[in-house]
């Protein structure tokens, strides 16, 4: 291996390029392998398919042809005119890698992914709503790596007053800050709150119909405010919210929110991959329920598989 590349951001080079600029003059006869088809259009950066050209590469192997239209085959084509083999390998962890990608491509909202926890009795919490540790160190630690892959992270402002939650990524002595938008129509908020500290870009989503002196208590805090339009029902409009995630570039979202939100983005079509921690403990008869029967969660699934992860047993469920 004579060099590697990462895509480390909107507006910053592509893999492709990071590899080359790492490579020096050892480009010349080498061989690039990528996980997406490199592009050949100017965006923010300009065209992989160039600096491939002028770094002397002798062939490319890609895992997943970019299912933007301005790529679309297009980069691979481009580079076969100038002579420079360019063959497509399926790998399935990169088909995985850029599913979110994919659907964000295809509908301009973001893939969600959403995770609930419940007793082996069925309950989410003590009684009261008080919380309750119920996944087990390994759910833990995989949970952890889902917010760490997610652009950002969703909740709803009866989560952030019933557990008062950090939803950072604590992993191994490191803290990683994530974005955290909050459904909170009527900007209930508290001031109190540990993710005015923990968030890295803390998002409040309330209803458009907010008079102005409910929106100026919010005016000079940190938060940026997201007026969302309203459904039918009077709340707000998953379709409005999602596209707005979209349109700010967020390609995977995980949501982290009581059974309650998460069964309404189950009925309204948009949710993508739902996960559901099963652990072994018995929270009694008084503690909060949780939601419907882990059978009925499959309705409408297009895949269901389980793992264990120690005493946890994790179902994820693609829709």
Known sequence: MVSEGVHRGCGNPHAEVEAICAAGDKTQGATLCVTLEPCCHHGRTPPCTDAIIEAGIKEVFYAYTDPNPLVAGKGAAILESAGI????????????????????????????????????DGKIAHAGGKPAAISGEQAARKTAIDRLHADAILTSINTVLADDPQLNVRQEGKITPKPVWVLDSKLRFPKSARLWHTASQLVLCHSHTLYKDALSAFSKTAAQLQAIAEDESGRLSWE??????????LHEVWVEAGPTLVESLLASGYLNELIVSVSPCVLGPDAMPGFQAVGDLMKGSSSVEWQPLGETARCTILY
């Open 85 to 120: 083999p360019c063959q497509k390998v399926d790998v399935p962890e990169v088909t995985a890698m850029y599913r979110a990608y994919a659907h964000w491509v295809k509908t301009g909202r973001p893939y969600l992914r959403a995770k609930l926890a419940c007793s082996l």
């Open 240 to 249: 409005a919210l999602l596209l707005d995630m979209g349109s700010q570039g």
